[in-house]
T-cell receptor
Framework: NAGVTQTPKFQVLKTGQSMTLQCAQD?????MYWYRQDPGMGLRLIYY???????DKGEVPNGYNVSRLNKREFSLRLESAAPSQTSVYFC??????????????FGPGTRLTVL | RKEVEQDPGPFNVPEGATVAFNCTYS??????FFWYRQDCRKEPKLLMS???SGNEDGRFTAQLNRASQYISLLIRDSKLSDSATYLC????????????FGKGTMLLVSP
């Protein structure tokens, strides 16, 4: 059981380049999430997918798009990267977000630098 | 007002000390409360859920005060391995039960 996996682990982009961060979970969870973590800011929700086929904006969605490819996979795309998107990106999953006390399991993160 | 506020850190304590972290939340309708632990350059992991009646897991005790919208985490007999950042987490104000994370409090336990 790998849990939540993310690729790549590290990435350096130039301003204006695009890229997709991949996330997959093998726990048969319904809900998946993308967060970014910046120094002094804590974890902030970018987008989430309550269930396969649905996606919704979180706190900081501007500059990002997501795709819930199937139940296992949830990708995050930066269409035109900006230095302000330099951050650590975490993907997470949970059985469902509708019920209290559902733990979110996190992937190891992607460290992205935009020059 | 920030949704989840935590004590600023870092907390520097010697091994064996007792340390308490505090957290306040703004949404009185919040139903789910957690403490997560994050090691340096690693992903957050659930430490414990926080129940209305308070709960204990070994050296860790979590308390919830709904009237004051306050959550605490007490660590007794600190170990070097407890050094990490502790994140206070509550379910958010939006309709779907997403989580809101505090900025975290760093704990450094020294020999």
């Amino acid at each position: 059981n790998a849990g939540v996996t993310q690729t790549p682990k590290f990435q350096v982009l130039k301003t204006g380049q695009s890229m997709t961060l991949q996330c997959a979970q093998d726990m048969n969870h319904n809900s998946m999430y993308w967060y970014r973590q910046d120094p002094g800011m804590g974890l902030r929700l970018i987008y989430y997918s309550a269930s396969e086929g649905t996606t919704d904006k979180g706190e900081v969605p501007n500059g990002y798009n997501v795709s819930r490819l199937n139940k296992r996979e949830f990708s995050l795309r930066l269409e035109s990267a900006a230095p302000s998107q330099t951050s650590v990106y975490f993907c997470a999953s949970s059985e469902t977000g509708l019920s209290s006390y559902n733990e979110q399991f996190f992937g190891p993160g992607t460290r992205l630098t935009v020059l | 007002r920030k949704e989840v506020e935590q004590d600023p850190g870092p907390f520097n304590v010697p091994e064996g000390a007792t340390v308490a972290f505090n957290c306040t939340y703004s949404n009185s309708a919040s139903q789910s409360f957690f403490w997560y632990r994050q090691d340096c350059r690693k992903e957050p992991k659930l430490l414990m859920s926080v129940y209305s009646s308070g709960n204990e897991d070994g050296r860790f005790t979590a308390q919830l005060n709904r009237a004051s919208q306050y959550i605490s985490l007490l660590i007794r007999d600190s170990k070097l391995s407890d050094s990490a950042t502790y994140l206070c987490v509550v379910n958010s104000e939006s309709g779907y039960s997403t989580l809101t994370f505090g900025k975290g409090t760093m704990l450094l336990v020294s020999p």
